[in-house]
């Protein structure tokens, strides 16, 4: 059964029963409705996922992985902060008329700095350490720059990657190179979006490792505040009734070498067997 699904329930059962309400509390989000949206939360979740295991998406749902990639392309590869760049419609609540987000995600991964003499941005600096200086402990990308936060559309909530590289332990038969991450989130939506972060974060790291021939490790997935908004609650509690299956098989087509080559098309999905979807999941704003 997919381990993901059981970090899944965990992480929701805890939630539920040792978290605290923000009901009564100045909360920004709101439903369509204008009600304020609260949540029970928990502040301070670790979720460890090793990708050399299993790919780590849940199966209590399906969850969209060709549009999760997608949005990783959008703001990793592309570096857009326009919706016009991006297939799915998640993003549209935050656009301007332009389209564009503002100053968040795609647009801060995009800016150029200097770095020991040359303009970079930030994947390209990522990119080009882990060929030149593997073993940095300071290789990571990090897009909550204060100085941006207020044209944008929404912080980000995934807001920094720090990628670590180690050795193939003794019992590995690939004795290539280990890439793992560690991800943190700010903020984190059980329902709309907890599954649809570690699958994308998964594919980031496995694309990030296949072009330096690298395995993709564990990815280590913090929250500082991962919460169930009221309006999902009962949706929540079916999901925990629910069957698990076997993880998917996911796997990206081996003849991309370039970061800049990979398309949702070379993203391969086997025996990716789920409950039924939840249709019309309300997103607060
Ligand atoms: N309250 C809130 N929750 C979020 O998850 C969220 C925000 N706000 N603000 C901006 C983005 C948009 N996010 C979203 C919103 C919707 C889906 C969603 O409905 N995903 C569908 C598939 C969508 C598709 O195929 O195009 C899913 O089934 O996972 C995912 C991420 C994450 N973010
Ligand atoms: O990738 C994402 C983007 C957004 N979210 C959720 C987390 C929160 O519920 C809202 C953002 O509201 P804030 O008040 O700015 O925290 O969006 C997510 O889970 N994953």
């Known amino acids: 059964m997919s381990y993901a699904d059981r970090l899944f329930k965990e992480t929701c059962r805890d939630i539920l029963e040792n978290g605290t309400d923000t009901k009564g509390e100045l909360v920004?989000?709101?439903?369509?409705?204008?009600?304020?949206?609260?949540?029970v939360k928990k502040f301070g979740v670790v979720n460890r996922y090793d990708l050399r295991k299993e790919f780590p998406a849940i199966t209590l749902r399906r969850i969209a992985l060709k549009s999760a990639m997608d949005e990783i392309l959008w703001i990793y590869q592309k570096k857009s902060n326009n919706i016009h760049d991006l297939n799915s419609h998640v993003?549209?609540?935050?656009?301007?008329?332009?389209?564009?987000?503002?100053?968040?995600?795609?647009?801060?991964?995009?800016?150029?700095?200097?770095?020991?003499g040359e303009e970079t941005d930030q994947m390209d600096y990522v990119l080009r350490q882990l060929k030149e200086n593997p073993y940095s402990r300071r290789i990571m990308t990090n897009m909550y720059q204060f100085e941006y936060l207020h044209s944008g559309g929404l912080d980000p909530c995934c807001y920094s990657m720090t990628y670590n590289v180690t050795a193939p332990r003794p019992e590995?038969?690939?004795?290539?190179?280990?890439l793992n991450a560690v991800l943190n989130q700010r903020s984190q939506d059980m329902l709309a979006a907890n599954g649809w972060n570690v699958c994308q974060y998964a594919i980031l790291l496995m694309m990030?490792?296949?072009?330096?021939?690298?395995?993709?490790?564990?990815?280590?997935?913090?929250i500082a505040d991962a919460h169930i908004y009221d309006r999902h609650v009962p949706?929540?509690?079916?999901?925990?009734?629910r069957e698990e299956y076997p993880a998917p098989k996911v796997s990206l087509n081996p003849e991309v070498k370039d970061f800049y080559q990979f398309t949702t098309q070379d993203l391969i999905v086997e025996d990716y067997v789920t409950g039924e979807q939840i249709k019309n999941i309300p997103v607060a704003v």
């Open 28 to 39: 920004r989000p709101h439903w369509e409705d204008g009600t304020p949206a609260y949540t």
């Open 91 to 116: 993003w549209d609540s935050w656009a301007d008329e332009t389209g564009s987000i503002g100053t968040c995600y795609g647009d801060v991964i995009r800016r150029k700095f200097i770095y020991k």
């Open 172 to 178: 590995d038969t690939d004795r290539r190179l280990v």
């Open 208 to 222: 990030v490792a296949q072009v330096n021939d690298m395995v993709p490790g564990e990815l280590v997935h913090i």
């Open 235 to 241: 949706m929540i509690q079916e999901l925990l009734t």
